[in-house]
C-alpha cells in the first residue's frame, strides 16, 4: 500500500518513545525557555498534585505525532497541517504511541485523524492532519 492509495480506514503505522526522558524534558524546557516548573522542578511537579515526574510540554507530544507522519510520508515536509486537542500530560517514563488513520483522500491530499496514546490506553492529545504526496 502506498499513500496515494490509501483507503478510507486506513491505519498509519504506529511511533513509538519507549520511554520519555526527562532529562529532554528539561533541555527542551530550558531550549524554549519555558518558565514552567512542572518540566523541570518535582517539588513543584508534586506542589501541582501532578506525581512525581517531570510533565512533558504537549508541543514535544505532538511532535511525535508529527515524527509518525514523516516516517508515514517520507518527510515532515509532507505534512501541510496538524490540529490538535490536549487531553491529558505524559510524564518522563511513559510511553507514547503515535497513531492514526486515513479520513479522507482528495487527489495529493490526504485527511487523517492522529492521535497520542499512552501505554494503558489513555489518550493524550487527538486531532486531524493533512499530508500530500506529490
Not at 19 to 31: D, K, N, P
Not at 104 to 114: L, P, R
Request: proline letters at 3%.
Amino acid at each position: 500500500m502506498t499513500i496515494s492509495n490509501a483507503l478510507v480506514g486506513t491505519p498509519i503505522p504506529e511511533f513509538r518513545v519507549e520511554s520519555v526522558s526527562g532529562e529532554h524534558i528539561r533541555q527542551i524546557a530550558l531550549i524554549l525557555r519555558d518558565p514552567n516548573p512542572i518540566h523541570f522542578d518535582l517539588a513543584a511537579v508534586a506542589r501541582a498534585g501532578m506525581g512525581d515526574r517531570e510533565i512533558n510540554q504537549g508541543g514535544t507530544t505532538m511532535g511525535y505525532i508529527i515524527d509518525m507522519l514523516a516516517a508515514w510520508t517520507g518527510s515532515a515536509a509532507h505534512v501541510t497541517r496538524i490540529s490538535c486537542r490536549f487531553r491529558g500530560n505524559v510524564r518522563a517514563g511513559d510511553t507514547v504511541i503515535a497513531g492514526g488513520e486515513v479520513l479522507h483522500q482528495d487527489g495529493s491530499v490526504t485527511e487523517c485523524a492522529v492521535w497520542a496514546d499512552l501505554a494503558d490506553g489513555t489518550r493524550v492529545i487527538d486531532g486531524t492532519a493533512a499530508v500530500t504526496i506529490a
